[in-house]
Nanobody, 120 residues
């Protein structure tokens, strides 16, 4: 069974920084794209940043220049460095990944989420 476990959330003041981590555990063949989503109260879940297994990244316009996604394939991990945080970044942040098992079946997995709160 594959699990994605996020950590690193918390409360910061506007302008501050946080680094989120996502570790994939379990037995599997490979991890493809890893993504960070967020969901603010009363809003739909939105894609924040993506990174392919080769390291190609993409960002939502709202976080470009402030957030950086990275990954460590050897550790089955993805990270989201968030700088210059704004109150509107307040949300539950979710890790998401496409994982291929030993039967070469690829499934999409979600973490449980980690809360990020930015105060003005």
């Amino acid at each position: 069974q594959v699990q994605l476990v996020e950590s690193g959330g918390g409360s910061v003041q506007a302008g501050g920084s946080l680094r989120l981590s996502c570790i994939a555990s379990g037995s599997f063949f490979s991890i493809h794209g890893m993504n960070w989503y967020r969901q603010a109260p009363g809003k739909q879940r939105e894609l924040v940043a993506t990174i392919t297994s080769g390291g190609t990244t993409n960002y939502a316009n709202s976080v470009k220049g402030r957030f950086t996604i990275s990954r460590d394939n050897a550790k089955n991990a993805a990270f989201l460095q968030m700088n210059s945080l704004k109150p509107e970044d307040t949300a539950v942040y979710y890790c998401n990944a496409d994982v291929t098992n030993w039967s070469k079946v690829t499934r999409n997995y979600w973490g449980q989420g980690t809360q990020v709160t930015v105060s003005s």
